[in-house]
């Protein structure tokens, strides 16, 4: 028995749908439940079930990969939209995130390429020939934390008394 099988038996009235393959869903599956009717004031029958599934809210878009150089047209879940915000950008949520997490053979395998691709940048960086134990420094500008002071309240009810 698989991993994948297993993970799919403990979540009950959930499915993986291979198209997560292909995007970047997220952890979001189709999920299978019962719509249930209001029965009618004055009846003494019970309200009825009618099976049914709720699929993932799925959206295609267009990103662009820093790393990679180049636009990618990808199927999204609007919970991996929100993700990417959350991670700042496309790709730190796909470089920061685990394999499991991402859960798309797409996703897994941009994971694998921007690495490829930062290894090479890092390597042509170090230059000549060593490479094995040097580091590469890159120099970065501090941020300004210094608070700026004012005659006006922050608060507009504050009156200042």
């Not at 991993?3 to 009950?12: D, F, M, N, V």
């Not at 291979?18 to 004031?41: C, M, Q």
């Not at 991402?102 to 390429?113: G, M, P």
Request: with cysteine; aromatic share 4%.
């Amino acid at each position: 028995m698989s991993l994948r099988i297993a993970a799919a038996s403990i979540l009950r009235g959930t499915a993986r749908p291979s198209r997560a393959d292909r995007g970047i869903y997220a952890g979001r599956r189709v999920n299978f439940g019962n719509k249930v009717t209001e029965p009618k004031s004055g009846h003494t029958g019970g309200a009825k079930r009618t099976h049914r599934r709720w699929l993932p809210n799925v959206q295609t878009k267009r990103v662009q990969s820093e790393v990679l150089g180049r636009e990618l047209k990808i199927k999204f879940t609007t919970h991996a939209l929100r993700c990417v915000d959350k991670a700042g950008g496309f790709d730190n949520y796909i470089l920061n995130t685990k394999d499991t997490k991402l859960d798309s053979a797409l996703a897994v395998s941009l994971k694998r390429e921007m690495l490829a691709t930062l290894a090479e940048a890092e390597s042509s960086v170090g230059g000549s020939g060593g490479g094995a134990g040097e580091t590469v420094a890159v120099a970065v500008e501090p941020e300004r934390t210094e608070a700026i002071e004012t005659d006006t309240p922050t608060n507009p009810t504050d009156t200042g008394r």
